[in-house]
């Protein structure tokens, strides 16, 4: 990667008059191994290598990327950005700007102690296997008929300059890992995800995430409570009760209902034809959306996290965002675009997935902060709930204010204990009713990997989502 | 170098290895993007890339690569570390050889010169989109709108040589009349000719306008009107359950169904690898062979899986000409045309409602096929045939097996659609779904 060339690209754009101009060469490598029923699936490496740039020229953005990577090929790159920016400017009528950041140059990495370049699909098939030695006769008494396993390393470098004098060279390796499970019982097949939802195991860091992840206790001990989950026939109670809510639920509600609707460019329109707009106005700081106790905060510097980074993609230093506060809205995420429309500055939300996207306001690492509760003393207080511990089907309207969770590993709560499965528990709920409703947090925060899709073209990207249990009080819950 | 000479040095440093199998699919693409909101463009986008993606296979074990490094070096090492890679990866039961061409491919590519090189229409194409929403009732107006335009070239060591060249333009708009009033419109073509700005434009506006003042819902079952959009959004996992690789890894809802009957006797779908004026395509598929029309659900009942060679074997069947190398997916999927307008199906409805468009489809579990969606932009309720108001913060529950048994009518017309929640192209008709005695209708219930 060739830092000369994003100077160069800056350079050129300033000397064809963009009154601010960037360039980000990134590099993203991938290798994956996949087995499915026991037997290798084709596994697949990728190398994507190429300049983004992004100019502004009398208050209009132009983006252009390629992954030519040479000098010629740059020149009449940023050539096009100029021409389409400028002739984009008369029918931009809302005139686009920056805020006033300070510049950094900096080296900067994910901590790595066993270089992931270094794993071969060797490796990553290896894992699968034996993970699937554990589970392909099935357990309690239920099959696994078909089992669907991915083992993923990723590798993010950038070189970041910018007009204002950022200069910044960052690197983030990932581990990942997700899989698809039928459990068949009396003759019925369900098809479920470990990790539930849809979600993932993923850490930043090198092949020592492995040990992390502890994939040949955890994969064998979810499929044995899947095992128990799918016998589950008894309805829960669809009469007002109390919900606790299992870590992975608690985290995605922060990432859908609070970090969501908490992006800047939401609430400004910006992605109004797609991820859709907020709930929230651009004046709703100090708006209280929920208890006291509602406390939900986003922070990319978290160790270890899968939405890890110490600079954003505009070069502004991450920092931890709260974002409620007490049931207060605190904070908006903000990009310097967003932060310049509302005369802010910003807290270093831009993030790009690949070479070839524009920086847009993302999460990171969105999480309900941990409370003094254990479990136990959680489920004591509660004559007659629900406990939703993992999730499948989920949804929630564009404006990020009525949301659906569909229990998994679901229990009946009787006079303060943990009782029988329930089945397929359904929370539906506003968002000022789910955080106003909260009344208690554990001391047991917990975080998931996931893939945060947001854009024009679509842009997933990493995240972690987290949470402790909670407990929310008198809540309607339904039944399929 | 030029794309035939990309891949042809693929599967030269391939054979250099002495692999069983390589076949390697060289991407150059343009695309060129206008995001707009409150009336005003937020950005315009430039993407020009050329993907390099390679298969190899050798004693019985097999690996995928991309990458964007075109250059003779860069190919040369790139084909170096996947062969390595492949060598150490085990060895796989379902290894099939790649299919031996070369092969004739039928039908007239999607292209239209004027999209690949007229980018700066685009500012007048969203202007006009802008314009026509807001004359139609709207005050505020997002959207995007793509051109793009892509050249693959394939080759194999089965022989295989081909390549073809594709446009489409891709209008998404959605037009605010206030806060809780929007309406969407798209226009989806491969040819100038085709599209339609101004339409979906004031589409958008239209439906913006008439969702102002919308009253809750009491939650319960329903007859639903899907409007294209919708119908594409729910259908379109017919598409991927119609995978054998879905339907061998567990997760297809149309698995051990296949020459059963699972829909109603008018609803018929095919997979269709290149539809004349429509939307993307090819007439290849990532294994050099022929793409065609393979019927999914004929007169209702389930008739094929999606192949490539690999599954085909597996299945004892054929290739039907959709590999995906892993997995075998849908190219466009067309749903056959019924014999109803909307006004008809309006008509006929007692009491229910009429979605416009959804998004956020998830299933709680994809074997069993249980989903819920979230119907977004105009909505409204139907009683004693008639349109009665707009409504909002509703929730479509239901299951798709369930679904494809319960469809009452289609529309005679249909609407190509592709858009953000759309990936597989469809020339769509509005779906009428129909509560019966036998067939409880989709429930519909709204945050508590």
């Known amino acids: 990667m060739d830092e000369r060339l994003a100077r160069f690209a800056v350079d050129r754009a300033r000397a064809l008059g963009a009154q601010y101009a960037e360039a980000r060469i990134q590099r993203n490598l991938e290798s994956e191994a996949i087995l499915r029923n026991g037997n290798p699936e084709p596994a697949v490496i990728g190398d994507a290598l190429g300049i983004g740039i992004r100019v502004l020229v009398n208050g209009s953005l132009a983006f252009s990327a390629t992954n030519m990577l040479t000098e010629e090929s740059v020149r009449s790159l940023v050539e096009g950005a100029i021409k389409r920016a400028k002739s984009a400017a008369k029918f931009t009528k809302q005139k686009i700007g920056f805020s006033n950041e300070k510049s950094h140059q900096a080296k900067w990495s994910a901590p790595e102690k066993k270089n992931i370049e270094n794993v071969g699909i060797e490796d990553l098939a290896r894992v699968l296997k034996e993970l699937d030695n554990s589970i392909k006769n099935g357990k309690n008494g239920v099959e696994f008929p078909n089992r669907l396993f991915f083992l993923r390393t990723m590798l993010v470098e950038r070189i970041y300059v910018n007009s204002d004098g950022a200069n910044l060279r960052g690197r983030v390796p990932r581990l990942q890992f997700h899989s698809y499970i039928s459990a068949k019982h009396s003759g019925k097949t369900s098809t479920v995800t470990i990790p539930a939802g849809y979600a993932q195991l993923g850490e930043s860091g090198g092949w020592e995430v492995l040990d992390r992840f502890d994939l040949f206790e955890y994969v064998p001990k979810t499929a044995e409570e899947l095992a128990d989950v799918v016998k589950a026939e008894k309805k829960p109670p669809t009469e007002t009760v109390d919900v606790i809510l299992g870590p992975e639920v608690s985290g995605l509600v922060s990432h859908e209902s609070c970090g969501h609707p908490g992006e800047a460019d939401r609430i400004l329109g910006r992605e109004g034809a797609q991820a859709g707009e907020s709930y929230l106005k651009s004046n709703d700081i100090g708006y209280k959306i929920g208890s006291e106790q509602a406390f939900v905060s986003d922070d990319p510097t978290l160790p270890n996290s899968m939405g890890f980074y110490l600079y954003d993609e505009e070069g502004v230093p991450a920092r931890k965002r709260a974002l409620i506060s007490k049931g207060i809205i605190s904070s908006f995420l903000h990009n310097r675009e967003s932060a310049h429309d509302l005369n802010t500055s910003s807290n270093a939300s831009a993030r790009s997935v690949r070479y070839d996207r524009e920086p847009i306001v993302r999460m990171a690492n969105t999480y309900i902060e941990p409370g003094d509760y254990t479990f136990e003393g959680m489920v004591k207080d509660v004559k007659l709930g629900v406990y939703i511990k993992s999730f499948m089907e989920w949804n929630i309207d564009d404006k990020r204010l009525n949301q659906r969770y569909v229990g998994l590993e679901s229990y009946l709560i009787e006079k303060g204990e943990v009782k029988h499965h329930v089945k397929d528990p359904i929370l539906e709920i506003t968002t000022p009713k789910l955080y106003g409703s909260l009344d208690a947090r554990g001391n047991d925060l917990k975080f998931m990997g996931a893939t945060c899709g947001k854009g024009d073209p679509m842009q997933g990207i990493p995240v972690w989502t987290g949470g402790p249990h909670v407990r929310l009080r008198n809540i309607r819950v339904a039944a399929r | ?448």
């Open chain 2, 1 to 448: 170098m030029d794309a035939k000479e990309i891949v042809n040095l693929v599967l030269k440093e391939a054979k250099r290895f002495k692999v069983d199998d390589a076949a390697s699919i060289a991407s150059t693409s343009h695309e060129d993007m206008i995001r707009f909101s409150n009336n005003s463009i937020t950005i315009v986008k430039s993407l020009s890339n050329t993907v390099v993606y390679i298969y190899v296979a050798t004693e019985k074990k097999r690996m995928l690569g991309e990458t964007s490094n075109p250059t003779s070096e860069g190919i040369a090492q790139f084909v170096e570390s996947l062969v390595k890679s492949c060598r150490a990866n085990p060895p796989s039961e379902d290894y099939t050889p790649l299919p031996k061409g070369p092969f004739r491919y039928s039908g007239a590519p999607n292209y239209d010169k004027k999209i690949e090189e007229n980018p700066d229409l685009l500012i007048g194409l969203a202007g006009e989109a802008i314009d026509n929403a807001i004359s139609a009732g709207a005050k505020r107006v997002a959207g995007s709108l793509t051109a793009y335009a892509d050249e693959l070239t394939i080759a194999s060591t089965g022989g295989v040589e081909a390549r073809e060249k594709g446009t489409t333009i891709l209008l998404n708009v959605r037009a605010f009349a206030d806060s809780n009033a929007s309406g969407h419109g798209l226009s989806c073509a491969s040819s100038l000719a085709d599209f339609d700005a101004k339409g979906a434009g004031r589409t958008a506006g239209e439906y913006a306008k008439k969702a102002l003042n919308p009253s809750a819902l009491p939650e319960g079952k329903y007859d639903v009107i899907m409007s294209p959009s919708v119908a594409a959004d729910i259908f379109q996992h017919v598409g991927w359950a119609a995978s054998a690789f879905s339907v061998e890894s567990g997760y297809s809802f149309l698995a051990d169904l296949l020459g059963k009957k699972i829909a109603v006797e008018k609803l018929s779908i095919d997979d269709v690898g290149l539809l004349q004026r429509g939307l993307g395509g090819r007439s290849f598929d990532d294994e050099g062979v022929p793409t065609g029309r393979t019927s999914i659900i004929n007169k209702g009942e389930l008739k094929n899986y999606l192949h490539n060679t690999t599954t085909a074997r597996k299945f004892s069947s054929k290739t039907t000409g959709n590999a995906g190398l892993i997995d075998p997916h849908p190219w466009n999927l067309e749903v056959a045309a019924g014999n109803s307008s909307v006004e008809e199906m309006i008509k006929s409805v007692k009491y229910g409602v009429f979605v416009t468009n959804n998004w956020y489809t998830r299933f709680q579990d994809p074997r069993s096929g249980a989903y819920s969606t979230v119907p977004r932009d105009a909505a409204f309720l139907i009683e004693n045939g008639a349109i009665k108001n707009p409504i909002s913060s509703i929730r479509i529950s239901d299951s798709i097996p369930r679904q494809l048994g319960s469809v009452a009518a289609i529309g005679k017309e249909r609407k190509w659609v592709k858009w953000w929640e759309v990936s597989v192209p469809q020339p769509y008709p509005i779906i009428y779904a129909k509560k019966s005695r036998q067939m409880p209708a989709i429930s519909v219930s709204a945050a508590g």
